[in-house]
């Protein structure tokens, strides 16, 4: 069991940036994959970035070069660094885990992203 909370959205112009926060409850060294994922209205959830225990990451073809997943072992968080944000990156976003042995997956509630001008 593990509870993620999510945090950092906000109504940002296109061109800016915004960094999402994603604290859990228990060690992220623990959990063999934390990312984000989101979803827009009329859309599936789907993956943004994700980072691995061992600290390879994955991110969508949308988002390459602009975002930036990253770990904070020592505060048991995760970090998603959006830069050049587009409107097409407006989305509801959440935090996921994925925990060993069976690869459960947690959520967090999400954190709103609007990008307009």
């Known amino acids: 069991q593990v509870q993620l909370v999510e945090s950092g959205g906000g109504l940002v112009q296109p061109g800016g940036s915004l960094r999402l926060s994603c604290a859990a409850s228990?060690?992220?060294?623990?959990?063999?994959?934390m990312g984000w994922y989101r979803q827009a209205p009329g859309k599936q959830r789907e993956l943004v970035a994700t980072v691995a225990r061992g600290g390879s990451t994955n991110y969508a073809d949308s988002v390459k070069g602009r975002f930036t997943i990253s770990r904070d072992s020592a505060k048991n968080t995760v970090y998603l660094q959006m830069n050049s944000l587009k409107p097409e990156d407006t989305a509801l976003y959440y935090c996921?885990?994925?925990?060993?042995?069976?690869?459960?997956?947690?959520w967090g509630q999400g954190t709103q992203v609007t990008v307009s001008s």
């Open positions: 996921g885990a994925q925990v060993p042995p069976f690869g459960e997956r947690y």
């Open positions: 228990r060690s992220i060294a623990s959990i063999s994959t």
